[in-house]
């Protein structure tokens, strides 16, 4: 199975800019699709970004979409979130998840993705 760790997270200001990292070890990160998910407190765990297994197709929230940019460095077996223009409504924890095996329609629903990082808190102030 495959581990994942993710890390980038901080704090910044509003329109700032920060890039996550999700390193993937014990398995090739190109196995999965790979998604960003994010969470706040009292609230359920909500899809931001995916990359498809093949690294072709890209997925994104609307209320990213334009501002954020998932990536992946199969060299580096690491998938990456770009993230721009951030408001104080990104805040949250951000996980990084792989799926297995995970059809298009389905790739933006949590409960699809088999493994999980432990998160990385993003904090944008206004």
């Not at 329109?15 to 996550?20: I, V």
């Not at 990213?64 to 077996?77: P, Q, T, Y």
Request: glycine fraction near 10%; include cysteine.
């Amino acid at each position: 199975q495959v581990q994942l760790v993710e890390s980038g997270g901080g704090l910044v200001q509003a329109g700032g800019s920060l890039r996550l990292s999700c390193a993937a070890s014990g398995r090739t990160i190109s196995t999965y699709a790979t998604g960003w998910f994010r969470q706040v407190p009292g609230k359920e765990r909500e899809f931001v970004s995916a990359i498809s297994r093949s690294g072709s197709s890209t997925y994104y929230a609307d209320s990213v979409k334009g501002r954020f940019n998932i990536s992946r460095d199969n060299a580096k077996n690491t998938v990456y979130l770009q993230m721009h223009s951030l408001k104080p409504e990104d805040t949250a924890v951000y996980y990084c998840a792989a799926a297995l095996d995970v059809q298009s329609k389905f790739i933006t629903t949590t409960q699809r993705y088999n493994y999980w990082g432990q998160g990385t808190q993003v904090t944008v102030s206004s």
